[in-house]
C-alpha cells in the first residue's frame, strides 16, 4: 500500500484524544501554508510513482488518502482524480467527525464516492452518534466496501468501541459481519473479566485466529484494531503501548530484509517504509517525491535499507542485553526489529 499524506488539519487538535492520536505530533511543526497539498503538487508525485516500480507496484495494491483529515483539504476530489490516473484503486481515510451534510467536507466525500472511491474511517466514541454513525449510513448506502479503524487505550475501551459496532450492524442484513463483530467482543471480554492485566501476548494469542474481514451479500467489511501510545516531548513513541504497558510493543521491519509492504509519502513529499502511517521517527528516508528524480529515488532505497538493517541489529542486540529504549545512531526506533 502507498499512504500519501494529503492535510495536516484535524478539528480534533483541541481534544484530549490527541494526546495518544498517532498521526498527530509529526503534523504540528508544519506551517499552515503547508497543511494541504495541493493538485500540482498530487501531479507530480503521480508522475514519479508510475515511473518508480516499486512505488508503482504498491500503488496498484492501493493508494490511501490519509493526514490528519484527509476531508479539509479543499482540493482532495481533484488530488484524488489525479491519483485515479495512476491506480485503479484509491481509498480516503476519514475521521467522520462532520456535523452536516451540507458541510463541504461531506460533500467532498460524495463527490469521491461517486467516483467510486472507498472511503475507510477510524472509530471515535466522542462522536460515533451525533456525527459518525448518522453519516456512515449514507455511505452504506453508495459504497459496498468499508475498513474501520480502532485506537484503543484499555481493553475496557476496545470492548465499548467493538459493541457500538455491534449495535449498529444489528439494524441492518449483514448475518456474518455481525458474527465476526460478536467473535470479538466476545473474546475481548473474556479478557476483561478474566484477565483484565494480562500481556500483549496473552491478547494475541486469543485473537491470533479470528479474521480481519468479513463479507456479507456483496459487502466486504474490514477491521483493524490499533493500540495506542504516549508521546515523548520529542514526539517519540513509547516502547510500550498504553493497553499493554507490561510488553514492549515491537515491529519486524521487513524493508531491512529487502522488501518494502507499505510506502508513507509524509505532508513535505519524505518517504519512509513505515507500517504505522510514516511517523515513527525513522531517521533514514527514501528520498522526496516531490524533490528527486525517479533515479535518485531508487537509488535511496537502498542506501536507507542498509543503514536500516545495520541500525534494527543494533536494536536487537540491545533488546537481548537489556537495553531496551535505547535510541542507536542510525536513528531507528528501539521498538523496530
Known amino acids: 500500500m502507498l499512504s500519501i499524506f494529503v492535510e495536516a488539519s484535524c478539528n480534533r487538535y483541541e481534544r484530549d484524544e490527541c494526546v495518544y492520536c498517532h498521526v498527530y505530533e509529526p503534523l504540528t511543526s508544519l506551517p499552515k501554508s503547508d497543511w494541504h497539498i495541493t493538485p500540482q503538487q498530487a501531479q507530480i508525485m503521480a508522475d514519479k510513482i508510475i515511473k518508480v516500480e516499486v512505488l508503482n507496484q504498491l500503488a496498484q495494491q492501493e493508494i490511501n488518502l490519509t493526514g490528519g483529515e484527509a476531508t479539509f483539504n479543499p482540493f482532495i476530489v481533484d488530488i484524488f482524480k489525479i491519483f485515479q490516473t495512476v491506480s485503479p484503486n484509491v481509498c480516503l481515510h476519514t475521521n467522520l ?65 467493538i459493541q457500538l459496532l455491534v449495535e449498529f450492524f444489528e439494524e441492518g442484513d449483514t448475518l456474518e459481519i455481525l458474527t465476526l463483530l460478536k467473535d470479538y467482543h ?19 494469542n486469543k485473537m491470533e485466529d479470528i479474521g480481519t474481514f468479513s463479507q456479507s451479500g456483496d459487502f466486504v467489511f474490514g477491521i483493524n484494531l490499533l493500540p495506542s501510545f504516549k508521546m515523548d516531548d520529542r514526539g517519540r513513541r513509547a516502547l510500550t503501548s498504553n493497553p499493554f504497558p507490561k510488553s514492549n510493543y515491537l515491529l519486524e521491519c521487513v524493508a531491512a530484509r529487502g522488501s518494502i509492504d507499505t510506502m508513507t509519502v509524509q505532508q513535505n513529499g519524505a518517504l519512509t517504509p513505515c507500517c504505522d502511517v510514516g511517523n515513527l521517527k525513522c531517521l533514514p528516508t527514501f528520498g522526496n517525491l516531490l524533490q528527486d528524480a525517479p533515479e535518485s529515488l531508487m537509488a535511496q532505497f537502498e542506501v536507507s535499507r542498509r543503514k536500516i538493517a545495520s541500525g534494527i541489529a543494533k536494536n536487537r542486540h540491545n533488546l537481548e542485553n537489556q537495553r531496551a529504549g535505547e535510541w542507536v545512531e542510525e536513528g531507528i526506533p528501539p521498538y523496530c526489529t
Open 186 to 204: 466476545g473474546r475481548v471480554a473474556d479478557l476483561v473479566e478474566h484477565q483484565p492485566g494480562c500481556e500483549e501476548a496473552v491478547y494475541t
Open 97 to 161: 467527525d462532520i456535523n452536516s451534510e451540507i458541510s463541504p467536507r461531506w460533500q467532498r466525500l460524495l463527490a469521491i464516492m461517486e467516483l467510486k472511491g472507498r472511503i475507510d474511517i477510524t472509530l471515535y466514541p466522542v462522536a460515533w452518534e451525533k456525527q459518525q454513525k448518522p453519516l456512515l449510513r449514507k455511505i452504506l448506502k453508495i459504497q459496498n466496501k468499508l475498513l474501520i479503524n480502532i485506537v484503543f487505550d484499555s481493553l475496557v475501551d476496545l470492548k465499548n468501541q
